[in-house]
Structure formats: C-alpha cells, structure tokens
C-alpha cells in the first residue's frame, strides 16, 4: 500500500514561514512528477508548485518568488518552502503524485494524492 503523508502545516502570522513535506511510503520504485496543491474554503483546487524527478519547477504566478519546491528522491519526499505568507494563502495543502511505479508486483499508480495539511495566515 502506497501513502502520501504531508507534514509542517499549522498558523503562523502573516510574513511569516512554513515547510511543508510530503512522504512517499511503500513499495516505491520510483515516482514521476510531484507538487503541490491547495484549496482555500469556496476555491477550486489550484496548483501551488509541482517539481519532475530531475529538479525542474514549475510554480503558479501568484506563488513565484515566494514559495520554493524541491524533492528528495532518496526519499521520496517533497518539499514547499513557504515564505512571505499572506492571509490569503489560508488554505489545505495536498500533496500530489503523477505517477508512482511501484517494485513489487510492479504496478504503476496515477493522480496519487495525499491527505492535506491546514495552513492558516491570520494575525
């Protein structure tokens, strides 16, 4: 069985920072594109930042400059640096993996995502 557990939200108040992480646990063999998500209450889903296997990012206009994305791929994790934070990044953080190809039975997972995690920005 595959998870994605986030970890590193919480409240914090405006300018200020948190880290996100994102672990990949089971049989992995390895993972293809993983990002970030949120949805504010009201909102769609919207992209964050996703990160592909060799490091390139891609970041939603409003986050860049901001928030930075990276990965480990030893341990399948993803990270979200979030600095300069506005009330209006309020929202659940979802992790989320393109494609998972799993070691054993090999099996590839698509659109994996994880639980979210609460940010809220408020003073």
């Known amino acids: 069985q595959v998870q994605l557990v986030e970890s590193g939200g919480g409240s914090v108040q405006p300018g200020g920072s948190l880290r996100l992480s994102c672990a990949a646990s089971?049989?992995?063999?390895?993972?293809?594109?993983m990002g970030w998500y949120r949805q504010a209450p009201g909102k769609e889903r919207e992209l964050v930042a996703d990160?592909?296997?060799?490091?390139?990012?891609n970041y939603a206009d409003s986050m860049q400059g901001r928030f930075t994305i990276s990965r480990d791929n030893a341990k399948n994790t993803v990270y979200l640096e979030m600095n300069s934070l506005k009330p209006e990044d309020t929202a659940v953080y979802y992790c989320?993996?393109?494609?998972?190809?799993?070691?054993?039975?090999?099996?590839?997972?698509?659109?994996?995502w994880g639980q979210g995690t609460q940010v809220t920005v408020s003073s």
């Open positions: 089971g049989s992995i063999l390895s993972i293809g594109a």
């Open positions: 990160i592909i296997s060799s490091g390139r990012t």
């Open positions: 989320n993996a393109a494609t998972i190809i799993l070691r054993s039975p090999y099996k590839r997972l698509y659109d994996y």
